[in-house]
């Protein structure tokens, strides 16, 4: 059939109006590779509950692709790399460019912490026969999300000499799980009365660990006591090593393939794991680029990035008060001439939920990685609003890369919002701009993104290193 010949108003529409571009109808050749790198993601998100193993996991990836510690004062020249790790939950990946640093660096920050139940400091109880750990949630899964989930124990405790025990229960196969009760909906009358927000409460999320007791009646906590004994024989602690403990719960499950046509990926720890790993897989596999490049993975993103593994804090400066140093520079020429991705996840449009979005500036599956220009609620409140200026540089890398990208609004205006890690890096005056892959059900035990919206973002990342 002979082609229909566009109308000259199809010709002006094509040339004039904006159109997101759907990766899978433009580049259906990549589907195949979108799998293949969907791969490594989800091994790297099993190995990666909690910021620390995430640390450990991408630093053996960058030792096997020649990364070295970083020195204080050594001379490097272009396409060295090297690896600097705070303490544990920070891991700044960096390759020499082709530019003096004075002419800046090309960050790419993502986070590595997820919303999570951490344990009480003093977390053991036992009630009406039944031994728990008590929890204070870390950051904002919506609490009812919680409720029969399969839960892992991941963390660590530090034993009174320095010694340190790692912990990881509900991960390999023979594992028991663990999980927070709810109710049967026979007797959840009044329970479903409650707003959703609370409809399961903050000292309701208490985690269910035994159910058998020490065999001796004059023991007043014995099914407590059975837990501690099984734990002392199996770590060697006992009650107060819990007081120097970082223990958290996790949903148990790996990620998974989602649909028939498996073009998504399932997961707990998505936000923003994701980002992370395109952002060190664009990292490992850069060359020589023009400028250094700064791959950071930062911590306590979910709780305002307080705290000295946060982004609040200098580490990021004093990093680069150390590259710096090395040749000969100084830290504000390199920070004024610098670009930044703040690599995190933004909200896919989900049609289920459609009234919370506005559909012309909301972020889709399958159309490339979002470039937020700005967070923040209440009137952009608490967001670096990326410049114009900062706008064309990034969207030039991302079209002289041929990556397929699109803009993207967290919802409709005062519907809610969000922040992010943008606004600390462009407070030490750098230009920075928010890039990342849409998620649908961000912020549940179980998020999904798409395989194409995760490869296309870490080639969103080479472009930027180039
Ligand atoms: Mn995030
Ligand atoms: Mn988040």
Known sequence: MEKEKKTEGQLLEEKLCYKPEHIAKKHPEDIQEAEKFAEGYKEFLNHSKIERECVIYTSALAEKAGYKPFQRGMKYKTGDKVCFINRGKNIILTTFGKQPISEGVHFNIAHIDSPRLDLKPNPLYESEELAYAKTHYYGGIRKYQWGVTPLAMHGRIMLSDGKAIDLDVGENPGDPVFVVTDLLPHLAAKQSDRKLRDGLKGEELNILLGSIPVDDEKVKAAFKLKLLSILNERYGITERDFLRAELTMVPAQKAVDVGFDRSMIGAYGQDDKVCAYAAVMAELETKEPEHTTVTLLTDKEEIG??????????????????????????????????????????????????????????????????????????????????????????????????????????????????????????????????????VLAMHAPFEITSKLDVYYTYKAFCAFNR
């Open 305 to 438: 990035s307080a705290g000295c593994t946060g982004m609040s804090s200098d580490v990021l400066l004093h990093y680069l008060e150390d590259l710096a140093e090395c040749e000969g520079e100084r830290v504000r020429d390199i920070l004024r001439n610098s670009l930044c991705l703040s690599a995190d996840v933004n909200a896919a449009y989900d049609p289920t939920f459609a009234d919370v979005f506005e559909k012309n500036n909301s972020s889709f599956l399958n159309h490339g990685p979002v470039l937020t220009k700005y967070t923040g609620s209440r009137g952009k409140s608490g967001s670096s609003d990326a410049s114009a200026e900062t706008m064309q540089k990034i969207i030039k890398y991302m079209d002289d890369g041929g990556v397929i990208w699109q803009i993207g609004e967290l919802g409709k205006v005062d519907e809610g919002g969000g922040g992010t890690i943008a606004q600390f890096i462009a407070d030490m005056d750098v230009d920075t701009v928010d890039l990342g892959v849409a």
